[in-house]
């Protein structure tokens, strides 16, 4: 009996000392776990995930990931447990992948935002590289006289003004056509859906009432080109109200007069 008990805590010992972290020991790999509960068509955020080291002969099969980076901004095709190490074959790089059956019933949403469809096309968004879970700016380009307040007219040849009015714009949803269609696995299908081909021609968009306002005056008046940001520079998607338009009922109206107050196009 006590040669039994030696050679346990001998097992336990060794096991100790190659900082297995599993019976037996063994070499430990980091791996990215899901720090909450992820749920189905989720955008991965840096809020979602930590690290730990685990070992085992699943962590061989090259489907696990190292860093909380690699994982940001894929979406979850399954139900995520808090806890569970993360896989390629839980992930997808475009939502079109996911099964649209699984949708949920309502747009994950923080409290006073709303989601609102803008066009697009290949040379408006960055030739379709514009994808679900990027972030990207929007530049206005009018004659001066479009932001005018005044009763008289410019004088002189059109000056045409172009200046940056939105940045860190979200995207949650893209239409019809589905762009950088390959899932976090390699694999080139998932639940029956293939690649769908063509440039994305609309682009779902979350941002306040107040901000939709302002946009949708954009849109009529003038024109548009997005930019993609760096995915180093994206922000964590709102979970909380904007304190400068808590509600949609802050939202009051747009017209040259509150264009030209918050971007002073006729001052450059």
């Known amino acids: 009996m006590l040669l039994a008990v030696l050679a346990g805590a001998g097992v336990f010992f060794i096991g100790s000392l190659s900082g297995g972290g599993s019976i037996g020991g063994g070499p430990t790999t980091t791996v990215v776990i899901a720090k909450q509960a992820i749920p189905l ?8 995930l930590d690290t730990e080291k685990v070992s085992g002969t699943f962590t061989s099969a090259n489907n696990t990931y190292a860093n909380k980076s690699d994982v ?11 806890g569970s190490v993360i896989t390629s074959d839980m992930l ?18 923080a409290s006073g935002y709303v989601a609102m469809t803008i066009p697009t096309g ?4 960055v030739a379709g590289h514009i994808t ?7 530049i206005a380009s009018a004659s001066l006289s479009v932001f005018s307040t005044g009763s008289a007219a410019p004088t002189g040849p059109p000056k045409v003004i172009s200046k940056t009015i939105f940045t860190n714009v979200r995207v949650i949803g893209l239409g ?15 639940g029956g859906t293939g690649p769908v081909g ?3 021609s609309s682009l779902t968009i979350e941002l306040t009432q107040c901000d939709a306002e302002y946009f949708t005056w954009f849109l009529n008046n003038t024109s548009l080109k997005y930019t993609v940001e760096s995915f180093h520079d994206y922000l964590t998607a709102p979970t909380a109200a904007d304190p400068t338009c808590p509600t ?14 918050r971007y002073h196009f006729t001052a450059l």
């Open 41 to 48: 068509r989720h955008t991965i955020t840096s809020e979602d």
């Open 72 to 82: 940001l901004s894929l979406i979850a095709e399954i139900q995520i447990t808090k």
């Open 92 to 109: 997808a790089k475009d939502i079109g992948l996911v099964p649209s059956g699984a949708a949920p019933a309502y747009l994950p949403l």
């Open 122 to 125: 290949e040379q408006q968004g």
């Open 132 to 138: 679900l879970g990027d972030y990207f700016t929007v």
């Open 176 to 190: 019809p056509a589905t762009a950088n269609v390959q899932p976090a696995g390699g694999a080139t299908t998932v």
């Open 198 to 200: 063509g440039v994305t």
């Open 248 to 261: 949609v009922q802050s939202a009051q109206g747009v017209s040259q007069k509150e264009v030209e107050a």
